[in-house]
């Protein structure tokens, strides 16, 4: 009876020895490579310092907070905007690049419950009006010096506890700078 089952069922053995493994890895191999290629690196960086990245030198140079509740402006109560500029350095006449950047702000104070805040695309809704010479968004396509102005609506008392991520990509990959504000 066996060698009869064996027989009869020879095709779709045949069909599911390549097709058993290769769903395995499908499932379980495919997941990890795409977090080892997609998974930004992330690095921390003292206060007060810059780092070199994609062509580029990203350095902190100011950071404050304004605090809201009084009947005069528009941040609500309870709450502060949180503005830091970014001083950013071309490192030479090829480094303009189609690669974004990007930041955020990120509070890592309550360890593996980080909070972070997505920066505001309109400050004017809250009164704050982003210096003449300071650019609102991380463009890399021209290879100029610029200041970068992020700005967003945060917790008060915020400043030193909170990190600035400014994430660099280079192709598919990233790399997360976390400056420390305090």
């Known amino acids: 009876m066996t060698r009869d089952w064996w027989r009869r069922n020879r095709l779709a053995l045949v069909v599911l020895a390549p097709v058993v493994p290769a769903l395995v890895f499908v499932l379980l191999g495919l997941p ?3 977090d080892a290629v997609y998974s930004p690196d992330r690095r921390t960086v ?3 310092e810059a780092v070199e ?7 902190v140079i100011a950071a404050q907070e304004f605090p809201g509740g009084t009947d005069a402006d528009a941040i609500p109560a309870g709450s502060s905007i949180t503005a830091a ?3 950013v350095t071309p490192l030479g006449p090829d480094s303009a690049t189609d690669d974004p950047c990007g930041v955020r702000l990120v509070d890592a104070s309550r360890g593996a419950e980080e909070r972070e805040w997505q920066q505001l695309i309109d400050p004017l809704v809250y009164r704050y009006a ?3 010479s300071s650019a609102v968004s991380c463009d890399l396509s021209v290879a100029e010096p610029f200041t970068y102005e992020a700005v967003f609506l ?9 990190s600035l991520e400014v994430r660099v990509f280079e192709g598919l990959r990233s790399t997360e700078y976390r400056f420390d504000l305090g």
């Open 130 to 132: 982003v210096g003449d």
């Open 46 to 48: 003292a206060s007060g």
């Open 154 to 162: 945060t917790p008060p008392g915020l400043i030193p506890t909170a």
């Open 53 to 59: 990245a994609n062509g580029w030198r990203f350095e």
């Open 32 to 34: 990890l490579i795409d």
């Open 85 to 87: 500029l970014v001083e």
